[in-house]
């Protein structure tokens, strides 16, 4: 087998040990004679998995005691639906605001129109993207359900530094790109959402944090396996759940534990995600998307002098092993995904490319 470094956006690389250790039990899972997939969902060696997850999940993010820690189905789109349908009924106007941040903030606005009244908050369309727009916090008055942020720009490779402070109107954050990639502080947020297949495991799921006493405002019509207080009350198996992704989730926990946790993690991930914007910085041929002030550790967009060079990175990265570089459908360009799993040697290897490709193209 060729060894190659996978900056794919999601589902993305996982970390070497859990697929190693994912086929040593395949065949028979801790001596049961069956695999892992074929237990019940209800199965005691099963509930522990899922109890372990949660536990590990709450160990390494410092998630407070009045949080919920949930799976729930359909991945992080799902869930912009499933939000409104949980949290406008908060307040009899049911304003939603959205912060309108790049593709997939936008998409959960245009979902959340079904369910609730969306004002935009800011948007930073106008500049395309490359940054987090400024906003007037006398926006977030107490009548307002909730308001929601996309933390991290996985196509554009922007984030928040800094958070909005929303008094008592519940914060709502997409964290997809970026769960457990840097410390934050979980109590200033009223709900934290991710799909699982960029920093956890598999596609399809999404892990839910919420806070206690926002669970029971569901709207009546909520199909029961988007209701966040059912799935609260039923430990996350209302129904069949997908038993693989939480338990890939579950030896992803333990891989980052062994990592040194969350600190260590976002330190290696400042590391990386510097190398590649130095050596864009250091040129006028590489162009980044995000906006310096604003720039993602997670996901590095650039762009070439042209398509065409383009074009030809990417043919020339993928024979150098390097895979999956291409930039989003809707920008094009180049974009490096480089969440926790991904090895500073896998950063070193791009970065080099990119200074040769740089010298023999220009
Ligand atoms: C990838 C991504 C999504 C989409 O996730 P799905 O599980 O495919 O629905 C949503 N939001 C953000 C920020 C993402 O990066």
Redesign the pocket.
């Known amino acids: 087998m060729s060894k190659v470094y996978n900056f794919g ?2 589902p993305a690389m996982l970390p070497e040990p859990v697929m190693e250790k994912i086929q040593q039990e395949w065949l028979d899972y801790q001596g049961m004679g069956v695999s892992v997939i074929e237990i019940s969902h209800r199965a005691k060696e099963f509930v522990a998995i899922l109890e372990d997850a949660q536990a590990l999940f709450r160990e390494l993010s410092g998630v407070p005691d009045n949080y919920r820690i949930l799976f729930i189905h359909g ?4 869930q912009f639906s499933a939000l409104p349908l949980n949290l406008a009924g908060r307040k009899s106007g049911k304003r939603c605001l959205y912060f309108e941040t790049g593709n ?1 903030a936008k998409l959960a606005s245009k979902d959340a129109k079904e369910f609730c009244n969306v004002e935009i908050a800011a948007s930073s369309a106008e500049t395309n993207y490359d940054r987090i727009p400024e906003y007037d916090p006398a926006i977030f008055t107490d009548d307002v359900s909730y308001v929601h942020i ?1 933390g ?3 196509i554009y490779g922007t984030r928040w530094n800094q958070f909005p402070e929303t008094g008592d109107v519940p914060l709502v954050a ?1 964290m ?2 970026e769960i457990l990639s840097r410390q934050i502080d979980y109590s200033k947020f009223g709900v934290i959402y991710a ?1 699982m ?2 920093n956890l495991g598999p ?1 399809g799921m ?1 892990m839910v944090i919420i806070r206690e006493d926002l669970l029971g405002h569901a709207d009546a019509k909520t199909p029961i396996l988007l209701d966040y207080t059912a799935a609260n009350k039923d430990n996350s198996l209302t129904n069949t759940t997908n038993t693989f992704a939480v338990y890939t989730t579950k030896l992803v926990l333990e891989w980052l534990k062994g990592q040194g946790g969350v600190a260590a993690i976002e330190k290696r991930n400042e590391a990386k995600s510097a190398k590649l914007y130095a050596v864009i910085d250091a040129s006028d041929y590489y162009r980044g998307v995000a906006h310096p002030e604003h720039r993602s550790i997670m996901n590095v967009s650039f762009n070439l002098p042209s398509e065409e060079l383009e074009a030809k990175f990417l043919k020339e990265a993928g024979a150098a092993g390097l895979y999956a570089l291409k930039g989003h459908r809707n920008v094009g360009g180049i974009r490096a995904s480089i969440y926790n799993p991904m090895p500073m040697a896998g950063v070193d290897a791009l970065a080099t490319f990119m200074q040769e490709f740089e010298k023999n193209n220009s």
């Open positions: 956006a999601g991945g992080a789109r799902m997939f996309t991290n720009n996985t997409d997809t790109s799909g297949q960029k596609s999404a």
